[in-house]
Nanobody, 122 residues
């Protein structure tokens, strides 16, 4: 079992930056791939980024590529998402997830956090 708790969300102006964190606990949390997903009001949850267990491989959704950076510190059991050049359309609840494969499909992730709200004002 893996427990995930996100933090770092908030209100920021367009063009600003935020860093989200996701604290993981559980016996094998450092061996899982970890990802970020987001869900905007009235929209389906979408893939943002994923990183493999070692941190050596990362993939990004097209809408965030070049602006967001995913990273992890296995010594601290923490996943990060550095978000730069934020846009109003980045407003969403951001979720972290953990799973056995470095995948973009939500169904590949059995463990999810509760989410943290990010609001970008224009």
């Amino acid at each position: 079992q893996v427990q995930l708790v996100e933090s770092g969300g908030g209100l920021v102006q367009a063009g600003g930056s935020l860093r989200l964190s996701c604290a993981a606990s559980g016996r094998t949390s450092s061996s899982y791939a970890m990802g970020w997903f987001r869900q905007a009001p009235g929209k389906e949850r979408e893939f943002v980024a994923v990183i493999n267990w070692s941190g050596g491989i990362a993939y990004y959704g097209d809408v965030v590529k070049g602006r967001f950076t995913i990273s992890r510190d296995n010594g601290k059991n923490t996943l990060y998402l550095q978000m730069n050049s934020l846009k109003p359309e980045d407003t969403a609840v951001y979720y972290c997830a953990a799973g056995p494969q470095t995948a973009q499909a939500q169904g590949m992730y059995p463990y999810w956090g509760q989410g943290t709200q990010v609001t970008v004002s224009s």
